[in-house]
C-alpha cells in the first residue's frame, strides 16, 4: 500500500512554518487544483500567486486551540496536507471541520490521505478534544466513497450547489464524523 509511511506532523503557529514549507504547501496545492482536485479552487488552472494568498491567510490563523495544519512527508518530500478548524464559540465549539484535503498525485493510492484522515481524527479527539468532524465536499468526483470508508456518514447534500461551469453542477456532499 504505502510505498514508504509517511511522518505526519502538526503546526500550530505561523512561527513554525518555513519558507521552504510555504512553497512545498502552495505546490502540492496548485498540482492538486491544477489535476482536477477539489481542494478549495474550482477553477483551475491556478497560478501559484492566487494560491500562495489563500495559503498566507490559513498560516496566519494557526493556533493550537482553533487552527492546525497536518502535513505529510515521505523522505524529505511533501506529499499532503489538510487544515484543521474549530470555532471558539461555545455553542459551537464541541466540533471542528476539515479544510483543504490533498494529497500530491503522485502517491494517490498509497495510504497518505488515510494518514493525514486518521491522524486528523486523533488530534481532534485526544489534543483539541473536540466531539465531532465536519466537512463538505464535491460531489461526483468519489471524495464521498474515500471518505465513507474511513467512517464518515453523509448527513446531506445540497444539490446543485457548486457550479464549475455552464452544465456542470455538482452537489456539496455535507459529511460528518462522529464520535472520534
Known amino acids: ?27 502540492c496545492w496548485v498540482e492538486v487544483t491544477n489535476a482536477g482536485g477539489a481542494a478549495g479552487f474550482p477553477f483551475p ?27 505529510a512527508h515521505v523522505g524529505a518530500n511533501l506529499v499532503g496536507w489538510l487544515n484543521l478548524r474549530r470555532d471558539s464559540w461555545e455553542l459551537i465549539a464541541h466540533w471542528g471541520t476539515l479544510h483543504h484535503v490533498q494529497t500530491r498525485t503522485t502517491v494517490r493510492g498509497q495510504g497518505i490521505g488515510v494518514a493525514l484522515m486518521e491522524e486528523a481524527r486523533r488530534i481532534a479527539r485526544d489534543e483539541m478534544h473536540l466531539e465531532q468532524l465536519h466537512l463538505a465536499a464535491r460531489g461526483g468526483v468519489g471524495l464521498e466513497t474515500f471518505y465513507g470508508k474511513l467512517g464518515w456518514k453523509e448527513i446531506g447534500r445540497w444539490p446543485g450547489a457548486l457550479r464549475l461551469a455552464d452544465g456542470q453542477d455538482r452537489d456539496e456532499i455535507l459529511m460528518l464524523l462522529a464520535p472520534l
Request: net charge negative; hydrophobic share 35%.
Open 45 to 71: 488552472p491556478v497560478e501559484n500567486a492566487e494560491v500562495v494568498t489563500a495559503l498566507d491567510t490559513i498560516i496566519e490563523n494557526l493556533n493550537p486551540e482553533t487552527s492546525r495544519l497536518v502535513t
Open 1 to 27: 500500500m504505502i510505498q514508504a509511511a509517511p511522518r505526519l506532523s502538526q503546526l500550530t503557529s505561523p512561527r513554525q512554518t518555513t519558507s521552504q514549507l510555504r512553497r512545498d504547501l502552495a505546490e
